[in-house]
């Protein structure tokens, strides 16, 4: 996984920064031509992926070939609480439309019920779809529901069936990520599984803060304003 120290975080920006980033479109009212303009603004600066609603996934896909942005989708989004079957079905569909990238919404109530075994079904049958289509896994935890016990635990069944990342939130719960979350979740986890920091995120300097508290990618709707802080903040050092 692509790692920085935090000693390097204040000189990171350009091509380095943009490839942490899911430039992201999720909103219910997002219209085509805010989609097209997403996988523009991707292609331009290079952002590792773009993250959509699954019926954005083809056209999408179409919009960016040729490029170094991957196709990322949402699953079971953005509560978490269908069927395991319906979510391993929701996943084939969007690979077959191109995805390389599915974000899936653990099932929040079973896991503050205690029911593993029905979190640890629901996330390993999505695991296994992705992986029978060659994509990656990110586990969205929603931890703004979560208490630090229950963050733990949700990582730790995350990496027990094979997820690549674990991810701090939606974006559509009453906050989104943090640091702390990001620092306990990377803890959680290891250096193996990559830990995804969204939600909330709409400045550099929250960029920085979240890569250095460990975070590997980071979802964002802001990342222009995000790169474009950052092209600020290397003139000025320059100058």
Same mark, same amino acid.
């Given at each position: 996984? @692509? +790692?920085? +120290? /935090?000693? @390097?975080? *204040?000189?990171? $920006? ?5 490839? =942490?980033?899911?430039? +992201? %479109?999720?909103? /219910?009212?997002a219209a ?12 331009r600066y ?7 609603? /699954? ?11 040729? $490029? $170094?942005?991957? &196709? ?5 989004? /953005? ?9 391993? =079905? ?12 599915v974000d ?5 109530? #079973? ?18 779809? %992705?992986? *029978?289509?060659?994509?990656?896994? !990110? %586990?969205? &935890? ?8 229950? !963050? ?10 094979? #997820?690549?990342?674990?991810?701090? @939130?939606?974006?559509?719960? $009453? *906050?989104?990520?943090? #640091? ?20 909330? &995120?709409?400045? =550099?300097?929250?960029?920085? !803060? ?7 990618? &980071?979802?964002?709707?802001? @990342? %222009? !304003? ?14």
């Amino acid at each position: 996984m @692509s +790692t920085i +120290t /935090p000693s @390097s975080t *204040s000189t990171l $920006s350009g091509y380095d920064l943009a490839r =942490y980033i899911d430039h +992201t %479109v999720l909103k /219910p009212e997002a219209a085509e031509a805010q989609l097209v303009q997403l996988c523009e603004e991707a292609r331009r600066y290079q952002f590792m992926a773009v993250c959509v609603n /699954p019926v954005w996934v083809k056209r999408c896909a179409q919009w960016l070939q040729g $490029s $170094s942005t991957r &196709i990322a989708t949402v699953v079971g989004f /953005p509560l978490g609480a269908t069927l395991p079957e319906v979510k391993a =079905y929701e996943t084939q569909q969007v690979l077959e439309a191109g995805a390389q990238e599915v974000d899936m919404v653990i099932n929040v109530g #079973a896991l503050k019920s205690k029911d593993y075994a029905l979190v640890t079904r629901d996330i390993a049958a999505v695991v296994r779809a %992705v992986r *029978s289509g060659g994509a990656i896994t !990110k %586990v969205i &935890i929603e931890a703004a529901l979560l208490d630090d016990e229950e !963050k733990v635990i949700a990582c730790q069944l995350a990496v027990e069936v094979g #997820a690549e990342f674990v991810k701090t @939130s939606t974006g559509f719960a $009453s *906050s989104g990520a943090t #640091a702390h979350d990001v620092a306990l979740m990377c803890q959680t986890v290891g250096p193996q599984v990559g830990v995804k920091a969204a939600g909330g &995120i709409r400045t =550099y300097a929250d960029v920085l !803060k979240m890569i250095e508290a460990g975070a590997t990618r &980071i979802g964002a709707s802001a @990342s %222009v !304003k995000i790169m474009q802080e950052a092209e600020q903040a290397t003139a000025s050092r320059k100058g």
